[in-house]
C-alpha cells in the first residue's frame, strides 16, 4: 500500500493514469454521442486545448497574450497546406505534430521578443499579431488566399475503427473520428502541461509571477523562463489549431479575427486563472453556451439578429461577474471554499 | 499546514478534472443519441420533411463586420416564406425556415451549418451567404448529401462543376459574367476611356476583374484594391487619380460606394463611375450620402447621377414593376417594420425561387428530387429575375446575365437590354425576353 | 507628387485620430496604471448618443457636445461601479474586466441601436478644399481633426505639467497609498482620470465618425491601431501618443496607397517590434528600466 502511494505521488505517474482513465471514458462516451454533439466535442477539444497553453502564459506565468488566435492560425494552415490535397504523405499524427512544431518556431520568435516586454507592451504587440498574421496570409500566395485551403480529413483508418469497435461495439463515423482525435490530443496536452505545472518549472513560473524580483534573486532566470512559458503556450495553440482545421475542414483569414483570441482568454477567465479544470470548464461553456443562449432569446421572442447578439452579451457579463466576485475563477472560488470549510485557510 | 495535505490538495486538483470530464460527459450521453428519421428508402431521402412542414435551413452574418446590410436578407426570404404558409404552403406543408448567425466567420458558419444539418435535420440549405464562409461547409453539405441551393454568393465555385459539387446550385449572376458584360459594354461605348479598377481584395473582385479583362485588359491603367472593414481608402482612389483613370469600375461593396464617393468629393476626382451590381444599391448609397453631411449634401442620390451600374433584378424605387409591387404587398403582410429594402427583395425572390422548385418537385418530395427537378427544370424556371438560369446537369450556376443600367435621381435607368453569357470564353448575346409577371397571388402555381 | 501630397494628408488625418485614441489610453495610464481595453466600444457608444441627439434636434454641435458628456458620466460610472472593485489587485483582473465590458458594449450597441450603416454628419463639409487653383486633398473636417487633436494634447501637457490636480492624479496611480497620506483623495482622482480619460475617448470616437459610415463596429480598427500607436509611444507620454498616432497613420497611409492594403496590419506589427526592441518602453519612455 506504502508503494502504491509513493508511487502515486509521482505527478507522471498520476496524471498519466488519471489521463488514461480519461481516455477510456472519452471513447465511451463520443461512442454514444450524435455527430452533432460528437461536432461540438470536437469544438471544445481545441478550444480546451488552446486555453490550457493560455492557462500556463496568463494564470502561471502572468503574461497576457492577446494574440494566441495567430497560433492557431499558424497551426491551422500548416495542418491544411499539409491535407489540402486530402492524403497526406505521412499519418495524421504526423500532420499534428508538425503543426505544433512549426508553430513552436514561430512562437518561441515571438516570445524572445515579448520576453523583453512588460504588461501592456505584450498586449499591444500580440494584438497587433493577431491582426496581422490573417492579413499576411490572405497577401501571401499559395494560402488560398481570402478563401484559404480547404482540409480533407483521411479517412479513418481501419485499425483505429477496429479498436474502437472492439471496446464499444459502435463504428468510427468521419465526425466522430475527429472529436477522437481532438479529445485524444486534448488528454495527452493537458496530461503534459500539469506535470509541466508541478515540476521546478511551473513553480519558477508562479514565483516570477508573484514576485519577479525575489524569484530573479532566488536565482530563476527571468528571460528565459518566460520565452519558455510563452513556447509552451504556443506549442499547445499549434496542436489546438490542427485539430480545428480537422473540425472546421477549412482554414481561412477571416476564421481568425481579433474575437478569436479574446474568446481564449474569456475561456480561461470563465473557469478561473491557472487552473486546467478551469481551462476545461471555460471551453465547455464557450461551447455549449452560446448555442443555448441564443436559442433561449429566439423563444423568448427577440429576432434572430437580437438573439444572435445574446450570446456575446452573456459571457462578456459572465466575465465580468467572474473578475468581480470571484477574481479566482469558478474552480478556484470552489476550492477557496472547501478548503476554509477544512479549515486550511 | 503539512506536506501530507498539500499532496492531498493537489491530487484533488487533477482528480478534480477528471471527475468533471466524467459529470460533463455523463450529462452529454444522457442526452442521448439523436435518432436519425432518415429514410433511406428507394424513394430517397425525405430528412426535414413531414406532411405538414418543410424545415430550410440558411446561414448569415447576423452579427460582426458583415451584419450590416447582409442581416437583412433573411428578413425577406422569412417574410416570403411566412405569406406563402399564410396562403396554405406548399403541397399543405408549411415552410419552417431557421436561419443561424456565422458572423462571417468560416469557423462558426462550420459549427452552425452541422447544427442545421445534424440536430435540426433540415431538408435543404437555401439561400446561406458568403463565399468565404460557404466554402467551408460545400464538402460537407454534398458528402452529407443536403441540397444546398441558391448560395447568396456570386463565386463561380458553385455551380462550375456539378461532378464535384453535385447538390450546389448558385442563384445570382456570378462575379466573372458580370465582368464580361461590364467589359464588353466598355469595350463597345467607352472605347478610349482610361479604366481603373477599384476592387474588393477578395474572390469577388478577383473574379470580376477577371471578366473584365477579357473584353478591356488594354484599357485598364490602374488597379486599387482595399480589404474590408480596413482603414481609410483615400490612399487607393488617389493611386486611382494619379494613373488618370476617367472610368473606375468598382468591384465592391455598398459601404465602399459611399466611401469612394466620398473620397472622390475629397480629392475633387470626378471620373464616369460604374459599380458592379453588389455595391450600387442606389437606395441605400443615397441614403447614406444624404444623411452625411446635413446640408452640405443635400440630395444623397443625386451624388450618384449618372453612375452606371448592373441589375439581374427589379429595385424598390421601381414603383411600377409587378414584382416589386408584389414584394411590397408581401412586406406589409408578413415583414417587420420599416420600409422595404434591396436586400429583402434579394431574399424574397430567393425564395420565390425555391417555392417554384418545391412546387416543381411534386408532392413526394425528396431531397434527390429536389436537385434532380433543378436539372431538368431549373433553366426554364421564370420569375423576378431577368436572365434564365443556367440550371442544367452540366451547370450549377444561377442567372446567366443583367441589364447595364444608369442611375438617375436614385432610379434605375435602363441602358442595355437583358445581356446573357456564361463563364470562360461564351460569348454575350443580347437575350430580350418577355419578363415575366408573377401568378396574380404571388404564389409560384403547383405542377 | 500630387498622390504624394494626397497620401501624406490622408495619414496625417488618420494619424491624428489614432493620437486622439491613443491619448485617452495614455491619460488612464498615467492616472491609474491601467490599459482600458473597453475604451474604443465606449467611444462607440457615445457617438451613437451623439448621432441620436444630432437626428433629433438637427444640430452637430449640441451631439458633439452631449457625447463628451455622456463619455465624462460614462468614464466615471465604470471606474465607481466595476473597476473600483478591483483596483489594488492584480492588473490582468482589470484588464480582464475592461475585456468584459468590451464584449457587452459592442453587442448591446448592436441590440439597442441596430446593425445598420448609419452615416454620421460632419459640420465642415465634405468636399476637398480649394486654395489658389489648387485642389488639396483634406476637408474642414480633416482640418478641425487635426485642430482637436492638438488642443487635446496641450490641454493634457498643461494638466500634468502645470496644475496640482495633474500631480495628484499621477500620485494617486503610481502610489496610492503615499498619496492617501499626504491628503490626496485618490479615489476621486482615479474616478477622474477615468472620467477625462473617456471624454478624450469619445472625442476620438467623434473624429473617426465625422463624415463617416457609423456601425457598431466602427471602432475595431482604432481599438488595435490606436493601441498600437499608444504602445508605440510609450504608454506614458502624450507626446509619445501624437507622434506614435502620427507615424502609424503616415505609415500605413503610404503602404495602403503604395503597396497593398493587405500589408497593413504588418506593418503596423513592423513598426512596432522594431520600436519595442530598441526601446521596451516605447519611443517616449523615460521613467528608466527597472534593474535588480
Redesign the interface.
Known sequence: MAAITRVWRIPLVRHGVLGLLALVVMIFVLSQLSPFRNAQMATMAYLAIAAGGLTVLTGLSGQLSLGHGAFLAVGAYTSAYLLKDGDPPFPLVVVMLVSVVITVVVGAVVGVAAARLKGPYVAGATLALAVAVPALVRYAGGLGQEQGLHVVVPDVPRWFDDTIWQITGVDVDPTSYVAYLGWIALIVSYVLLANLMRSRTGRNWRALRDNDVAAEIAGITLGRSRVLAFVVSTAAAGLAGAVMALAVRVAAPSGFPVDLSLTLISAVVLGGLGSLTGALLGAALLTFLPQAVTSWGTSAGLSDVQAAELAPVVYGLIMMAVILLAPAGVVGSLRQLWQRRRGLV | MTRTTRRGHRLRGSAGAVALLLVGALALAGCGRDQSSRDEGSAGDSTGVTDTSIKIGATYPLTGVAAPGYSEIPKGVKAYFDYVNDHGGVYDRKIDYVVKDDAYNPTTTSSVTNELVLKDQVFAVMGALGTPTHEAVVDFLNSSKVPDVFVSSGSVTWGDDPTKHPWTFGWQTDYESEGKIIGKWIADNMPHAKVGLFLQNDDFGASGEKGLRQYIDKQIVAVSKYTPGGTDVTPQIAALKAKKADLVVGFNVPSYTALSQLVAMKLNYQPQWFYSNVGSDATLVGSLLANFSKGQVKNGAALLNGVMTTAYLPTVDMTDDPWIQLFEKVWKANGVKGPLSNYEVYGMAQAYTFVQALQAAGKDLTREGLVKVLEEQGGSLTGPVYAPYRFSADSHLGTSGMKVVKLEGGKVQQVTGVETTDIGDAAITNADQEEATPPADGIPPAK | M??FF??LL??L??GAVYAAFALALCLI?RSTRV?NFAQAPMAMVTTYVALEV?DHT?S?WFGFAVALLAGLVLGAVVERG?VR??EG?????V???T??????L???A??VFG?????????F????L?VAGH?I???GF?IFTLIAVAVVFGLLVALFRFTDLGLKMRASAFSPEVARLLGVRVGKMLTLGWALAAVVGSLAGLLVAG???V?P?FM??V???G??A??LGG?DSPAGSVVGGLVLGLA???V???A???????T??GI??LV??VR???LFSHVAERR?
Open positions: 500630387q498622390q494626397t497620401t490622408a495619414g488625418t488618420l495610464w490599459v444630432i438637427g452637430y466595476l472593485f478591483v489587485k492584480s492588473d490582468l483582473n484588464v480582464i474586466l475585456l468584459g465590458l468590451f464584449v457587452v459592442h453587442s448591446l448592436a441590440i446593425q445598420d450603416y448609419k452615416s454620421f454628419p460632419a459640420p463639409g465634405l468636399r476637398g480649394h485642389d486633398a483634406i476637408t480633416g463624415g463617416n459610415l456601425f463596429q475595431d480598427s481599438v488595435v491601431y493601441f498600437v499608444a504602445v504608454l500605413l497611409s503610404f495602403s496607397g503604395y497593398a492594403s493587405d500589408l497593413v496590419p504588418i503596423a506589427l512596432l517590434v519595442l526592441l521596451p518602453g516605447g535588480v
